[in-house]
């Protein structure tokens, strides 16, 4: 039996190198960047460079064609981290890339996109539940941030079901739905988690930043 065809968007990234053993023992995967090395200046093989920001779909569109899933770790870095719109002008640009990677992959009939959304997608509730004001945030509460990074999440996630509605999309003139997954990632990296005490919520807090 072949095995499913998967895209990794942001293939060179921290998110994406912790994927990409699995994903290449699992899936006939196809790593995609516009980098060939991570941030250890190591070379990731495979990878194909592609812009998923341009907004020239037809010049990459070739990759998505025939893909069972795309996986999408890609991140637009601020030029200039003390600058607050430098922020917001890169978030805005993730916002762009994450259209162009919903609306390429439901054109090439892909069935599914997996996004890596954050924890920061629901900033605003944090300290509000670590000052006891409130016990948790709850899958049917609507995400807020209190910053530029995890206001580009919540867009990626509402824009996410807007193309799994599909009212707005159609191809070759029919309506068509999108499914997509939402992760919200924590702390990528190995935890105490296991040593919090049940309740000790600034312990979990700890665990789980980004």
């Given at each position: 039996?072949?095995?499913?065809?998967?895209?990794?968007?942001?293939?060179?990234?921290?998110?994406?190198?912790?994927?990409?053993?699995?994903?290449?023992?699992?899936?006939?995967?196809?790593?995609?960047?516009?980098?060939?090395?991570?941030?250890?200046?190591?070379?990731?093989?495979?990878?194909?460079?592609?812009?998923?920001?341009?907004?020239?779909?037809?010049?990459?569109?070739?990759?998505?064609?025939?893909?069972?899933?795309?996986?999408?770790?890609?991140?637009?870095?601020?030029?200039?981290?003390d600058v607050p719109e430098s922020h917001f002008r890169a978030e805005y640009a993730n916002i762009e890339m994450?259209?162009?990677?919903?609306?390429?992959?439901?054109?090439?009939?892909?069935?599914?996109?997996?996004?890596?959304?954050?924890?920061?997608?629901?900033?605003?509730?944090?300290?509000?539940?670590?000052?006891?004001?409130?016990?948790?945030?709850?899958?049917?509460?609507?995400?807020?941030?209190?910053?530029?990074?995890?206001?580009?999440?919540?867009?990626?996630?509402?824009?996410?079901?807007?193309?799994?509605?599909?009212?707005?999309?159609?191809?070759?003139?029919?309506?068509?739905?999108?499914?997509?997954?939402?992760?919200?990632?924590?702390?990528?990296?190995?935890?105490?988690?296991?040593?919090?005490?049940?309740?000790?919520?600034?312990?979990?807090?700890?665990?789980?930043?980004?």
């Open positions: 039996m072949s095995k499913r065809k998967v895209v990794l968007i942001g293939a060179c990234g921290t998110i994406a190198g912790l994927l990409l053993p699995a994903l290449r023992e699992r899936y006939d995967l196809l790593p995609v960047d516009v980098r060939t090395t991570n941030k250890a200046g190591e070379t990731i093989d495979g990878v194909v460079i592609a812009d998923v920001l341009d907004p020239d779909r037809d010049s990459y569109r070739h990759l998505f064609r025939g893909a069972d899933a795309v996986v999408h770790c890609g991140f637009v870095v601020p030029d200039d981290r994450a259209f162009n990677i919903y609306q390429t992959a439901l054109e090439e009939g892909v069935r599914r996109v997996v996004v890596a959304s954050s924890n920061h997608a629901a900033d605003y509730y944090e300290p509000l539940i670590l000052q006891h004001k409130m016990d948790v945030v709850t899958p049917d509460m609507r995400a807020l941030s209190d910053n530029y990074y995890g206001w580009a999440k919540e867009c990626y996630e509402h824009l996410g079901f807007l193309f799994a509605v599909g009212k707005m999309n159609a191809v070759d003139g029919a309506l068509r739905q999108l499914e997509n997954v939402q992760v919200r990632i924590g702390g990528p990296r190995e935890t105490d988690v296991a040593n919090c005490a049940p309740g000790d919520m600034v312990c979990v807090r700890r665990a789980l930043g980004a």
